[in-house]
């Protein structure tokens, strides 16, 4: 699961759910259902979002919150997945207050930095960054000492890069520490996508960027499940050979053809504005801020 290797997720899932319904184990099945859910996030979205609102209506039945937050988790991020931002927001906020009524204080906040996240592919820089830091603060590390909020750190890191305030140097400093010993994709894909822009804005050497990129590539069995990294790798590296998907969603399956205006299009349609979406097509130095540059270059 926590390597993106979701077909191999679906043989233990089901092995899990009959077991739990024989044993009269509804927390166990609604674990398994959340895990089998996700791991349908690029094949088949309906049937996936079917089987995390079962995970989360058993877990709520049973009063199971620990079980219920991973759901309402979930839910969140399988819309960030699919970049239905508006849907991610709207998912992560409610269940922000399901969280802290529960007493689930680490799913509130690493669902808080989801919300930051969703902000940040809308181009909602100010918001995401006051979003980001309700949850975190530098001074305290909380990344380290506390893992939830890893995802407020790196938003951090990702608007200081992006509005030019400079390379976010302690945040990503955080970044490193995430990672070290770690080789799971989550977070692998996260290092590798912040590693790649800065590399786009000259901050790290380009090829050791393609480098982190295409080791993340290379572990997937579907690149569908890593857009953004082969959206970078095809940027910084745009000769390279990609495997091929069925399940590419329509945004990156454009931008890598290169086909631009329906791709600017195309990520419209997903919440941003067209001024922001096309920014982003065209890889604008600050990705949405430099207005001159928007309006001299073709769509």
Known sequence: MLDNNYDAVVGPSNSAMQLAEEFERPDILSHSLNNLGMSFVCTDPDYGRS???????TATEIRSFDNA?????NLAFFELARLNYR???????????????????????YLSGAVAWAQIQLGQYD?????????????ADMAISNPQAFSSAISILWISMR???????EAFEVLQSFIVGM????????????M???????????????EILSDVVAKVNDICHVPFVVLWLHKLDPGC???SSNYLLEPVRLQISGRWRETANAWAAKGGSARYARSRVLGSRRLGHDSQRLRTQPA
């Open 183 to 194: 080789d799971e994709m989550q977070r692998l894909c996260v290092y590798a996508k912040v």
């Open 163 to 169: 509005r030019g305030d400079g390379p976010g140097v």
């Open 241 to 243: 050979s990609l495997p």
């Open 87 to 109: 849907q991610a927001i709207d998912f992560a906020r409610q269940r922000v207050q399901f969280c802290r009524d529960t007493d689930q204080e680490g799913m509130a906040t």
């Open 51 to 57: 089987l995390l609102q079962r995970s989360l209506d």
């Open 196 to 210: 790649a822009e800065r590399a786009w804005l000259g901050l790290e050497p380009r090829e050791r960027a393609i």
């Open 127 to 139: 918001d995401a960054f006051d979003q980001a830091r309700q949850t975190y603060s530098l001074e």
């Open 69 to 73: 937050g991973r759901a309402y988790t």
